[in-house]
């Protein structure tokens, strides 16, 4: 639903409007002022893990120029920005006493959000659990989930005056499968499905989080996971049991218990989780919104008999596909698909969503004189937001829409060889240029507002 200047027809009315970062992914300064060490310092120090072998430095170095990403934002026009803390920034092994720079760090970031009439909406996990506590078993312990508590009552006490509206987890799913069942991202670890623990205690963890967060006079709590639309390669019975069993672990394993307190029958997967008396009440502690981080529907064919997990991953037939490849097929009726059936599936036990991050990487240049004309981001972006649009209208409570990414950054295992950003940035000097995409972006807030 987007006219010939790739704009969704009827921009959301109401709707408001982000753009999202990640501490790991844009600050650098990983060495000095107090900061402790990561299991991503661990991970990008691991020769092999990073396919360019980059470290996240210098990238957008927003720990020296966050004022640079402040202005940016209010050249947007955006409600909201969403940030994440960086844990071992704030509390450098994860337990003690909190680092005094890291704390003024982000507060110098929000003060300077709040100076320009830009809500901080921060992430407290956004994936850089301290390596202290990874080495006494990470997220498969329960003692990470009250430890986590505990850093959150730092970050509040010395934010929540002024910070209102909260992420707890980013993403549960990326951490406990791609970081402990099959090892791509940190901490690397390959245990299959007895990752699962690692699911309990972080949506323990959020739980947790949200009571603490609410002492300290939060209007808004929730959590954001990626979710996807999950299609079977065929209608074959195979095909089809292999996507339910896909939906169930991507999905509903996560969403589930938040939202109605109980998990999804895991039988079929031979999972039992670590569950103690009261978990699930704290976990289904209700939530103000719920994030959806959606990039792209998947498509799910039952995998060969002796495959360690019975499901695999294959090409969606028919539709393009972003810089990441075949399996980042560009699909934006999947996105209304997913939240009709969200709302369908959970009713009145659904609050309102936030999509939490949407976004997509293409190929482009490293170093830049002029600003890029990145027209198949824009048609991505006008598709999904046109596809936001779709499901309001078919009854669907959506509050927020948030771009991946503001700035371009450290991707992860992808290094800086994948580009999600507005703003194109060098990443061996910092320079910041914005791309079409930006000036699009900012274009269809004012039309929004009209």
Known sequence: MVDAFGRPSTPPAGLRWSAATAAFQIEGARHGDGRGRSIWDDFVDTPGQVVDATTAEPGPASYEHFAEDIALLQGLGVDRYRFSISWVRVQPDGRGKPEPRGIAYYDRLVDGLLEVGITPFPTLYHWDLPATLEADGGWLVRDTAERFAEYTEIVAAALGDRVKHWYTINEPISTALQGYAIGELAPGR????????????????????????????????????????????????????????????????????????????????????????????????????????????????????????????????????????????????????????????????????????????????????????????????????????????????????????????????????????????DHETSKRTPKRSYDWYRTLIAESRR
Do not use: C
């Open 190 to 425: 390959q245990l299959l499905f007895d990752a699962l623990p690692a699911v309990h205690h972080q949506l323990l963890a959020h739980g947790l989080a949200t009571g603490v967060l609410r002492q300290h006079g939060a209007d808004a709590v929730g959590i954001v996971n990626n979710h996807t639309w999950v299609r079977p390669a065929t209608d074959s019975e195979a095909d089809q049991t292999a996507a339910h069993l896909y939906d169930l672990i991507h999905n509903r394993l996560f969403a589930d218990p938040v939202l109605t307190g109980n998990y999804p029958d895991l039988r079929p997967l031979g999972v039992d989780l670590p569950i103690q008396d009261g978990d699930m009440d704290i976990i289904a502690t209700a939530s103000d919104f719920y994030g959806v981080n959606f990039y792209n529907p998947t498509t799910i064919a039952a995998a060969p008999a002796d495959a360690p997990v019975p499901f695999v991953q294959v090409p969606t037939p028919g539709v393009a596909h972003t810089g990441f490849g075949e399996l980042w097929p560009i699909d934006p009726a999947a996105l209304t698909a997913f939240l009709t059936e969200a709302a369908r599936r959970y009713g009145d036990r659904l609050p309102p969503i936030i999509i939490g991050e949407n976004g997509a990487s293409f190929p482009e240049p490293d170093a830049v004189d002029a600003p890029i004309r990145d027209s198949d981001r824009v048609a991505y972006l006008a598709g999904h937001i046109g596809a936001v649009a779709d499901a309001i209208t078919q009854g669907v409570r959506i509050e927020e829409y948030t771009v991946w990414s503001l700035l371009d950054n450290f991707e992860w295992a992808d290094g800086f060889t994948q580009r999600f950003g507005l703003v194109h940035v």
